[in-house]
Structure formats: C-alpha cells, structure tokens
C-alpha cells in the first residue's frame, strides 16, 4: 500500500486514541532513536491521545513514571557494554504481555527490534493489534563498535539484514525515515507490507537560528570571535569523528583562528581527546560532554558550520536541528544524508572518510560569509519540510488506517 492510497487523512486526526510507544533505547538515552521516540510520545499525547512508552530502566528495576504528558513503564534493565549510558531490557517479555493486556491500545508503534521491540511485536500480533514498526538503524552502526568482530562484519551484517526483514514483515504498517533508508535495505524487495517513508521530524518551534546567550560560551569556555566547526551528537566509532579532527587539524594550516566544538559524550571521547593532542590542536578544540536539552538548542546556534562525518545515517536528527537553526553543513555522501546536506545547496558532501575533501569544504565556508548566508538559508528551507508537527499527522493517519481496516 502506497502513501497515497492510505485514505484517512485529516478526519481522523481529532479520533482520541491510545497509543504503546514500544522503544528499546529511549530518553534519557542520547540518540536518534530515543529523542524520535520521545518527540513521537509527547507530541501525539500534546494532541489529546493516551500514550504509553515502553522502555528499559535507567536504575536496572522495574518502574513507573510520568514524563510531562505521558507515562513510561521501564522494565527491567542492564548495562550494554557497547555504548556509554545505553541500558538494554533482556527478558521483558512477562512485563510487555501484562503492559499490553492492561493498557490495550489502539496500536503499538515499535521503534526498534531489539528484546523490547520483540516482545511487543510478539504479543501484539497475539492479541491483535495492529503494529507499526518504524527502523531507524543499519548493521554498521554497530558494527563500528564491535572492532573483535570486524572481520565477520560483512556476513554479520547481512545476517542482521535477514533479521530486520523478518522481524518487519511481522507488523501491519513499515516506516524508515527517508526514501534513502528504504533503498538501503532494500526494504521494498524484502518486506512484504507497506513500506512509506515518514521523516523523523524536528520540533521548528524549537530549533530555530538566532544568538545564543552570552552565558552559554563562558560556560563551556567557546571563543566569541572565531570561526565555529560544530558537531552535536554521540561521540561513538561509528560517528567517525576522528575523521573529523584529522580534516579539522587540515583547517588549522590555512585558517590558524578555526575552533572546533565536540558536543556529546560516548565510548570514543578518549580516543578523540588523545587524537587532538596528537595533531596538535587540543588547544582549538571545545569537548563539552553531555550538556542539557537546553544547552543543546543553543549550542546548535553558534556554529558557522556543522560538520557530520558519520557514514551510516538513516536520517541524522542533530543535522536536521542544525540546518533548523541556521547551520550550513559538511556530511558524508552516504547513507541518507544527501537528502538533507544538498550538495552546492546548503553545503558539500564529501566521499567517506575523505579528509581533505572534509577540510577543504569547511574552509570555503568559513572564509566566505556571503558563501555561508546562502547556505544558511538554503538549510532553513530544507528543514522546514520535516516539521514535527506533519511528522505527527502523518502517524495519526497511519495509526487510524490500521484501526479502521481490524
């Protein structure tokens, strides 16, 4: 079933319904997945739905609570070795079957298909109802951070295709968030349901371009009067951010007053603090850790230009924010990052791990002001077609559909 040929529309928009978020990773996680998942939440249940978020614990046990406009029932929880901060739920599955059975919603909406996402895939099918499964992830991005399992990365990695394949066919409705995502995976040959690209969406009454206050650079100690790399996001291998310092220490040779800004956190932050020292340019070089959603905002105001050197992006939120607040941007021309960064639009794409390329593109916009307003505005154009309010619709739309055709 095509996008066009889903029938509900508007009309339905106003239906109250009750909606199970089923997320594997989710807030206070910092990812794609965990901030779509909570955007998805709090805006579905700000437009007068019941939403309940299924998610591991942050403490290991089991609890319940409130965040703002919806609950959250967080199951029982370890720590995954992998990634910094990122806990996993094992054996959910007695608790989702009770969450389900209890809650009975109109539809689940899974976001990963992890142990949570199997369960709830499991026991919704089991009770009838109907599912939505939306991927946000390809093999490599965890693959990157397996570096034991590197040789087998390729048959792990069709084998995880397999799996996904599998997993999807299982829901009534598919979704990824870009065209490009779809014909990664080859979603559309292997997935025998709907399949329709659904952007991630961003918050426009949020991130929007304008001065950050002058606090928030004495707080993390960013020079006011030069020439700002930024990037925002996890500090994990498979950002390849040490590709970004090497294009960075590139810069410095040309342009001696360029700053770089690392905003995040991740299990790569003491390799690339090692990293900066050995090319010299730990001194030009802002590593801010983890900083509040708050900071985070403003932070993205300050940039002259954002730089995404990660290879494996379905979509990439932190540049979608960024182009919303004004940022023209570097990214690499894989994944589905071309439909953001256009190139010669708002910025240049570059060939994976091409630092030359990366640097050379960073200096012509920090050396052309008139260059970088043309961006600027391009990437606020770009940005305004994945409001998170159509993104909400859009689901709305689905949601009903699938209720509509039990």
Same mark, same amino acid.
């Given at each position: 079933?095509?996008?066009?040929?889903?029938?509900?529309?508007?009309?339905?928009?106003?239906?109250?319904?009750?909606?199970?978020?089923?997320?594997?990773?989710?807030?206070?996680?910092?990812?794609?997945?965990?901030?779509?998942?909570?955007?998805?939440?709090?805006?579905?249940?700000?437009?007068?739905?019941?939403?309940?978020?299924?998610?591991?614990?942050?403490?290991?046990?089991?609890?319940?609570?409130?965040?703002?406009?919806?609950?959250?029932?967080?199951?029982?929880?370890?720590?995954?070795?992998?990634?910094?901060?990122?806990?996993?739920?094992?054996?959910?599955?007695?608790?989702?079957?009770?969450?389900?059975?209890?809650?009975?919603?109109?539809?689940?909406?899974?976001?990963?298909?992890?142990?949570?996402?199997?369960?709830?895939?499991?026991?919704?099918?089991?009770?009838?109802?109907?599912?939505?499964?939306?991927?946000?992830?390809?093999?490599?991005?965890?693959?990157?951070?397996?570096?034991?399992?590197?040789?087998?990365?390729?048959?792990?990695?069709?084998?995880?295709?397999?799996?996904?394949?599998?997993?999807?066919?299982?829901?009534?409705?598919?979704?990824?968030?870009?065209?490009?995502?779809?014909?990664?995976?080859?979603?559309?040959?292997?997935?025998?349901?709907?399949?329709?690209?659904?952007?991630?969406?961003?918050?426009?009454?949020?991130?929007?371009?304008?001065?950050?206050?002058?606090?928030?650079?004495?707080?993390?100690?960013?020079?006011?009067?030069?020439?700002?790399?930024?990037?925002?996001?996890?500090?994990?291998?498979?950002?390849?951010?040490?590709?970004?310092?090497?294009?960075?220490?590139?810069?410095?040779?040309?342009?001696?007053?360029?700053?770089?800004?690392?905003?995040?956190?991740?299990?790569?932050?003491?390799?690339?603090?090692?990293?900066?020292?050995?090319?010299?340019?730990?001194?030009?070089?802002?590593?801010?850790?983890?900083?509040?959603?708050?900071?985070?905002?403003? @932070?993205? %105001? +300050?940039?002259?230009?954002? !730089?995404?050197?990660?290879?494996?992006?379905?979509? &990439?939120? /932190?540049?979608? *924010?960024?182009?919303?607040?004004?940022?023209?941007?570097?990214?690499?021309?894989?994944?589905?990052?071309?439909?953001?960064?256009?190139?010669?639009?708002?910025?240049?794409?570059?060939?994976?791990?091409?630092?030359?390329?990366?640097?050379?593109? @960073?200096? %012509? +916009?920090?050396?052309?002001? !008139?260059?970088?307003?043309?961006?600027?505005?391009? &990437?606020? /154009?770009?940005? *305004?077609?994945?409001?998170?309010?159509?993104?909400?619709?859009?689901?709305?739309?689905?949601?009903?559909?699938?209720?509509?055709?039990?």
């Amino acid at each position: 079933m095509s996008a066009g040929s889903m029938s509900g529309l508007s009309c339905y928009n106003m239906v109250h319904m009750k909606i199970l978020i089923a997320s594997d990773l989710h807030y206070p996680t910092i990812n794609g997945v965990a901030t779509f998942s909570r955007n998805l939440a709090q805006g579905l249940a700000a437009r007068g739905h019941e939403v309940l978020v299924i998610a591991p614990s942050q403490t290991g046990e089991p609890y319940k609570e409130i965040d703002g406009n919806h609950v959250i029932y967080r199951t029982a929880s370890v720590a995954f070795p992998f990634y910094l901060n990122f806990r996993i739920s094992l054996r959910p599955g007695t608790a989702v079957k009770k969450i389900i059975e209890d809650f009975d919603p109109d539809v689940i909406h899974i976001q990963m298909m992890m142990w949570i996402g199997q369960a709830a895939m499991k026991y919704g099918n089991k009770f009838g109802v109907p599912i939505v499964s939306t991927n946000h992830a390809i093999p490599e991005n965890l693959m990157d951070n397996l570096k034991l399992l590197a040789p087998l990365a390729r048959p792990i990695n069709y084998m995880l295709r397999g799996y996904g394949a599998r997993f999807h066919a299982k829901a009534d409705m598919v979704t990824m968030p870009t065209e490009a995502a779809i014909e990664m995976l080859n979603a559309s040959d292997r997935i025998d349901v709907p399949i329709e690209a659904v952007s991630n969406g961003i918050d426009l009454t949020r991130f929007t371009p304008g001065k950050a206050p002058k606090a928030l650079y004495e707080t993390f100690h960013i020079p006011t009067d030069k020439p700002l790399i930024t990037y925002i996001g996890r500090l994990d291998a498979e950002k390849h951010l040490s590709v970004l310092l090497g294009a960075f220490a590139r810069v410095k040779t040309t342009n001696a007053d360029a700053h770089l800004l690392i905003v995040g956190d991740g299990t790569d932050a003491d390799h690339l603090h090692e990293l900066a020292y050995e090319y010299g340019v730990h001194d030009s070089v802002t590593f801010t850790g983890r900083v509040s959603d708050e900071d985070l905002v403003q @932070l993205h %105001k +300050i940039g002259t230009v954002f !730089a995404m050197p990660s290879p494996a992006e379905l979509q &990439s939120i /932190a540049t979608l *924010e960024a182009m919303a607040s004004g940022q023209p941007v570097i990214a690499v021309d894989a994944g589905a990052l071309k439909e953001l960064c256009q190139d010669e639009r708002n910025g240049y794409l570059f060939a994976k791990d091409d630092e030359a390329a990366i640097a050379e593109g @960073l200096r %012509k +916009i920090i050396s052309d002001p !008139a260059l970088r307003a043309r961006f600027s505005k391009e &990437s606020l /154009a770009i940005a *305004e077609t994945h409001d998170l309010q159509t993104t909400l619709t859009r689901f709305e739309t689905i949601y009903a559909d699938l209720n509509a055709d039990k």
